[in-house]
């Protein structure tokens, strides 16, 4: 069950009702068939099922859950109502329809394309999106190029990257991996196995840079690079991290060994890394080394998704990598650290009533006119 924030007009015009809610999340598609004269083209024939002297929209389930995915703002602990109990769902004789609240405000998410709606119902990962930029500028595709590589770890990396995706949805449609229930949810997840492959590949480098004596870098916790990596790895992956708030979270992981480099001596109680409002109040003057993907070339990115994103790492990535792997460390960390705070607190499953997922279309009926 996920719940919204605020539905400030559960009832509205009955003659507007389409309008401020289909016509507001869809509004292109809404707009090009209003102003279509060809009505013919989209008028199909009405089920006998249905009242003869009401008008339904006929559309499909993925229509459906876009709408929601679109809408829906996850509130945790609060006493707000239930999306799906919102749509008033009525089951006649093997139909099902429904009624559309009101959206209120443009939804801030409309800013995914369609195709990348389509891929996070498919269960590709909330964060996805077909281009992202890192926090340097470099332009990349989405390293989930296919639902196989959603248990791998390069799209964790390219989370911790960037902090130019836009509004991740609230809710999102990974696949379960375990019927049991987890002590934290995103453990019965592909997030699950995404982070294992993310320690698989830590401890990977880390025995590269024991070959190599150490890295060319001094790390000043005296400590290997991977190794200081590592250790936040299993701190993000205890019981008793996820259940922190998200500021402790991050200052845990910014206090780390592995950020000296980018936190130095600095005595704030307020995160850095990440932080524009706090880049402004804080006087260590080392800001402009806060986002660490901001000195990663694109060659260097693309290398490092790989890396991640691969069970077997080619000679050049690791060579490609090499100069820039506390960076990459750090970048992974704080990728790490985002998903788990979204699957802890603010995500949650899309799902609706198995006989509702099931229809192969939906009728979506105007307000009764008693709720003018």
């Known amino acids: 069950m ?14 507007g009702c389409w309008d401020q809610t289909l016509g507001q999340v869809f509004n292109r598609a809404w707009y090009f068939m209003n102003a279509d004269s060809d009505v013919a083209k989209y008028t199909a024939k009405k089920p006998h099922q249905l009242a003869l002297n009401e008008d339904y929209i006929q559309t499909d389930i993925q229509t459906l859950k876009a709408f929601i995915l679109l809408t829906t703002d996850v509130c945790r602990g609060c006493e707000t109502e239930d999306a799906v109990a919102l ?32 891929r996070i119902i498919e269960g590709y990962p909330p964060f996805y999106r077909e281009q992202f930029e890192t926090t340097g500028g470099v332009i990349l595709p989405f390293p989930t190029k296919h639902s196989g590589h959603m248990e791998r770890g390069a799209w964790v990396l390219s989370v911790g990257m960037t902090t130019s995706s836009g509004p991740t949805p609230c809710l999102y449609n990974m696949q379960r991996i375990s019927h049991e229930k987890p002590d934290v949810y995103w453990r019965g997840t592909y997030v699950l196995t995404a982070f294992h492959m993310i320690g698989r590949t830590l401890a990977q480098l880390k025995a590269y840079e ?50 000296k480099s980018i936190m130095g001596d600095c005595s704030c109680y307020r995160t850095c890394i990440g932080d524009s409002d706090h880049s402004v109040a ?91």
């Open 282 to 372: 804080c006087g260590r003057n080392q800001h402009e080394k806060k986002d660490p993907a901001k000195v990663l070339t694109r060659e260097q990115c693309i290398a490092a998704l790989e890396l991640f994103n691969n069970y077997q790492h080619t000679e050049r990535n690791l060579q490609i990598v090499w100069l820039v792997l506390p960076e990459i460390l750090q970048s992974v960390v704080l990728g790490m650290s985002e998903v788990e705070q979204y699957f802890s607190y603010r995500g949650q499953k899309l799902e609706l009533p198995r006989d509702v997922a099931e229809q192969r279309y939906i009728y979506i009926r105007r307000c009764s006119k008693d709720s003018n």
């Open 210 to 259: 024991k070959r190599h004596g150490g890295h060319c870098r001094s790390n000043p916790t005296s400590h290997a690079w991977c190794q200081d990596a590592l250790t936040c790895f299993d701190m993000i992956m205890t019981s008793e991290y996820s259940s922190q708030p998200w500021a402790l979270k991050k200052e845990q992981v910014e206090v780390s060994d592995l950020f």
């Open 87 to 118: 749509l008033e769902f009525q089951r006649s004789r093997g139909l099902v329809t429904l009624h559309l609240p009101t959206s209120g405000p443009m939804p801030a998410n409309t800013q995914l394309t369609k195709f990348e709606i389509d």
């Open 2 to 15: 996920f719940h919204v924030n605020v539905r400030s007009t559960r009832l509205h015009s009955a003659t």
